[in-house]
């Protein structure tokens, strides 16, 4: 199973360096005399960022973030996903990716996820997707995933940011989770199987630092909310957070 | 006459700013600051100068900074030269690391230029480099470091050639005026800041609020169509300034707003100002609220003298200018930053113990449909700024052949007219490296720029623009340009990546001159922001309409979404720069030119 998995990373890794390579790469020689102009060259830049650092409810919290490292068009991203919800560990995920600025506007992803230990065991996936930003301005992440014995899922996720003033900031989130198959030991559903909308106010003290309130809803769809009932357990749920963004 | 009374002024100068740099650089507090009514740096004459680049601890906003000094003086000395002399300059570097330096507008031979990686390899830490060459050009310049962003850091200094025969005009006092952006943050967090957050510095950003005011105002239909090509290009029309008052303090000859540069006058005086923008990162507007100031002289070259009420001066521009004072008031030098986000300020009296009121900022400007490219085919609203080039091409029925690389053969326009090419986008234009294109560019030279454009309208003041600018000797190469070179300045804004036709300086063939040629270049802006554009080597002889009287230029702003023109002769071998003066666009927003 892995040796599929890293054969269609390979697959997709050669196509996207092809596409990209018409537009991107200058059409004449690199000229050897111009190894001059050093005070020109670009260096490669590390970031952290905190998207979500929040209590949710009483019993929950998300940590998103990423690492990354790399010049203008090609870097490694390092991303961190936990979810914990009722007291309840829902995303754990580590993920390892090569992003490459395929558009103006777009970036190609491609790499693994690492789902640690849930109730049931540790798994992976291969992930590939685009990560950007379309006309008005909406941020937007869609990865298709594949995992063990034939497994997919593909997550939606979706941001928008309306300045309210100068420092305050009304950010718009929602994440849509599908399946290729019904889970019922993860408790996914084929097809849509959870979505997430939340609502966060966010006051920038400095351009690198925000604290922020906001509400939070999430809801099991379709057979993922036919297995959530079977356990007995809400289908849907509105939390208030509480939190910070972050970045240097 | 005149000239004894420059030299007097001169002297006098000299003597009284050694103690304004030495306060400054002693770190004391402004309260404290003597208000030396002449203080500037002090002026170095000859023809032979040992100038040494070092740091010291400054204070500027309240918090002690290391500063990079010539001479220990921020900004560095003023080099008083003349010209048909041949200057000898030792340059020593007590940096740590290697620094350079960069004789702006003069024109040099190629090795002479102090420009790292094409016409010398920089200055090594504690190596001495002997800059030696002729002088063949008068008129005011300045000088800058080219090594990484040690420019931001204070190394910058005023040039003042003085002529062999006698100058069109006179004047009794004579005064730099050198404006410059100073930041606490170092250069590198700066780059940093904008790399990874590019609106970083901006506190002008769409909101809410405007969108409501809009809504009432337009009504909801005429408010989403002026703003869909913005939110559709994902750009913003409030980009004004990438690096802002939001960390720059503003300042004349090394002296923030609050210990205000004052130059002194007798009334009746006629007072030369040479102003010059050494800033990193800013365009000022400059202007000296009761005077008219009267335009003698662009990027050091004469002009006809024209009287306006204010100037934008694009980073690396100098403009000189005379004003006449008659009373023994005070006036207000009043530099804002393009985006209003602070300004520079000085003083101009007649007594020493007087001070003129600060004006308040003008409104702050919004980009409009022209920023964005789209300037040729609408009715200018917020203009009354003509299509100059499309005239040009009605005149000229067929357009010139085109090849790969921007360049243009046969039925060009003529000599001073500007181009009549089509504009072509280069395949290289459409990598992640571009965020935008402009489609339909408007011609630039006579656009006063962003926020200025309805100034007479609304403040009464007749703004500077380059069209107004006529020299005052024929030209000089009177040939019809032989080739013409359409280069388009580009960038993505949100990855704050610049580059010249999508390519970055790295990745581009150098630009091939033959020696003798005359050619045309026409800067293609496809970004949002103005980009003052600095050729090495030449003169820009820009294109105002008038091919008898073109104005000699080092530096062209190239508006937002507007072409403009300029004829080069090739005159001198040697490998030069054509670059952005924008200090944080420049590693990308750059080409080398080379005379074969
Ligand atoms: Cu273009």
Same mark, same amino acid.
């Given at each position: 199973m892995f040796k599929n998995i890293s054969g269609i990373a390979a697959t997709l890794w050669l196509l996207a360096a092809q596409a990209s390579y018409g537009q991107s790469e200058p059409q004449h020689q690199h000229h050897?005399?111009?190894?001059?102009?050093?005070?020109?060259e670009e260096e490669p830049m590390a970031e952290v960022s905190l998207d979500y650092v929040e209590l949710r409810g009483d019993n929950g919290g998300e940590i998103e973030g990423d690492f990354s490292y790399g010049g203008e068009q090609n870097k490694f991203v390092a991303e961190v996903d936990y979810e914990r919800s009722s007291g309840e560990i829902e995303k754990n995920e580590l993920w390892a990716l090569y992003s490459r600025a395929i558009s103006a506007n777009w970036n190609f992803l491609i790499g693994i996820r690492h789902d640690f230990n849930l109730e049931t065991t540790s798994r992976n996936w291969a992930a590939v997707g685009i990560t950007g930003e379309s006309p008005y301005k909406f941020e937007m992440d869609a990865v298709f995933f594949y995992g063990e014995h034939g497994s997919t899922a593909f997550r939606l996720e979706g941001e928008y940011e309306i300045k309210l003033a100068q420092d305050w900031n009304l950010v718009p989130r929602i994440e849509l989770n599908f399946f290729g198959q019904n889970d019922e030991a993860r408790g996914s559903g084929s097809g849509l199987s959870e979505a997430e909308v939340g609502f966060r106010l966010m006051y920038e003290v400095t351009r690198k630092f925000s604290p922020y309130i906001g509400v939070h809803y999430e809801r099991e769809v379709g057979n993922a909310a036919d297995f959530a009932r079977e356990e007995g357990e809400d289908v849907d749920s509105t939390v208030w957070v509480l939190g910070f963004r972050a970045w240097f | 006459m005149k000239d004894s009374f420059r030299t007097d002024a001169v002297s006098r100068r000299t003597f009284v700013t050694g103690l304004g740099a030495g306060a400054l650089l002693l770190g004391l507090p402004h309260s404290s600051h003597?208000?030396?009514?002449?203080?500037?740096a002090t002026t170095l004459r000859g023809n032979h100068f040992d100038l040494s680049i070092g740091y010291r601890q400054v204070n500027l906003t309240g918090r002690e900074r290391q500063a990079l000094t010539i001479n220990g003086s921020l900004p560095g000395p003023i080099l008083r030269w003349r010209e048909g002399e041949t200057v000898t300059l030792n340059v020593h570097n007590q940096l740590p690391d290697k620094s350079s330096l960069h004789w702006h507008g003069v024109r040099v031979p190629s090795d002479m230029d102090?420009?790292?990686?094409?016409?010398?390899?920089g200055i090594q830490p504690g190596q001495t480099f002997r800059y030696r060459f002729p002088l063949r050009q008068s008129g005011t310049y300045w000088y800058h470091s080219q090594?990484?962003?040690?420019q931001q850091l204070g190394l910058i200094g005023a040039i003042v050639i003085d002529p062999i025969s006698p100058e069109p005009f006179s004047y009794e006092r004579d005064y730099v005026v050198v404006l410059s952006d100073w930041s606490d943050e170092s250069p590198q967090t700066i780059y940093t800041h904008l790399k990874k957050d590019?609106?970083?510095?901006?506190?002008?950003q769409r909101t809410a609020t405007d969108l409501w005011r809009e809504v009432r105002t337009k009504g909801v239909a005429r408010t989403w169509r002026d703003r869909h090509q913005w939110n559709w290009k994902q750009l913003?029309?409030?980009?004004?300034?990438?690096?802002?008052?939001? &960390?720059y303090t503003y300042l004349i000859n090394g002296h923030t707003p609050d210990t205000n540069w004052t130059a002194l006058f007798k009334p009746g005086e006629r007072v030369r100002l040479r102003l010059i923008?050494?800033?990193?990162m800013t365009l000022f507007d400059l202007r000296i609220p009761g005077l008219k100031m009267k335009v003698v002289a662009a990027d050091g070259q004469n002009v006809e003298p024209v009287s306006v009420d204010e100037i934008r001066i694009g980073s690396g521009e100098t403009y000189d200018i005379i004003v006449e004072p008659e009373s023994e008031q005070a006036y207000s030098i009043f530099a804002q930053s393009m985006d209003r986000s602070g300004y520079a300020r000085g003083t101009l009296t007649g007594d020493i113990r007087l001070s003129a009121e600060i004006p308040a900022m003008d409104h702050r400007p919004v980009l409009t449909r022209q920023d964005l490219?789209?300037?040729?085919k609408t009715e200018e609203t917020d203009t009354h700024f003509k299509t100059t080039q499309t005239a040009h091409t009605e005149k000229h029925s067929y357009l010139p052949d085109a090849t790969e690389g921007g360049w243009f053969y046969g039925?060009?326009?003529?000599?001073?007219?500007?181009s009549n090419s089509p504009i072509i986008h280069q395949p290289?234009?459409?990598?992640?490296?571009?965020?935008?294109?402009?489609?339909?560019?408007?011609?630039?030279?006579?656009d006063p720029g962003v926020g200025l454009r309805n100034h007479k309208h609304r403040y009464n003041r007749r703004v500077l623009t380059y069209s107004d600018l006529r020299s005052n000797?024929?030209?000089?190469?009177q040939r019809e340009p032989q080739r013409e070179l359409q280069l388009h300045l580009t960038g993505n804004y949100e990855r704050y990546l610049w580059s010249i036709n999508g390519e970055k300086f790295r990745d581009a063939s150098p630009l091939l001159f033959r020696h003798q040629e005359r050619l045309r270049i026409t800067l293609v802006n496809d970004t949002t922001l103005p980009q003052p554009m600095h050729l090495h080597g030449?003169?820009?002889?820009?294109? &105002?309409?008038?091919?008898?009287y073109l104005p000699r230029k080092h530096t062209v702003i190239a508006q937002p979404g507007s072409s403009i023109s300029y004829l080069v002769s090739a005159d001198t071998y040697g490998r030069w720069a054509l670059h952005s003066q924008m200090l944080y666009q420049r590693p990308g927003m750059y080409r080398e030119v080379r005379i074969v």
């Open positions: 050897s005399y111009q190894s001059s102009g050093e005070d020109n | 003597p208000n030396s009514p002449t203080a500037s102090g420009e790292p990686g094409l016409s010398f390899s090594s990484g962003f040690q590019p609106d970083y510095y901006n506190r002008q913003s029309d409030r980009n004004i300034s990438q690096v802002t008052g939001e &960390t923008n050494a800033a990193s490219g789209l300037g040729r039925n060009l326009a003529a000599a001073g007219l500007g290289s234009e459409s990598g992640f490296r571009v965020d935008h294109r402009a489609l339909t560019p408007a011609n630039g030279i006579s000797k024929p030209t000089q190469d030449f003169w820009s002889e820009l294109e &105002t309409g008038d091919g008898e």
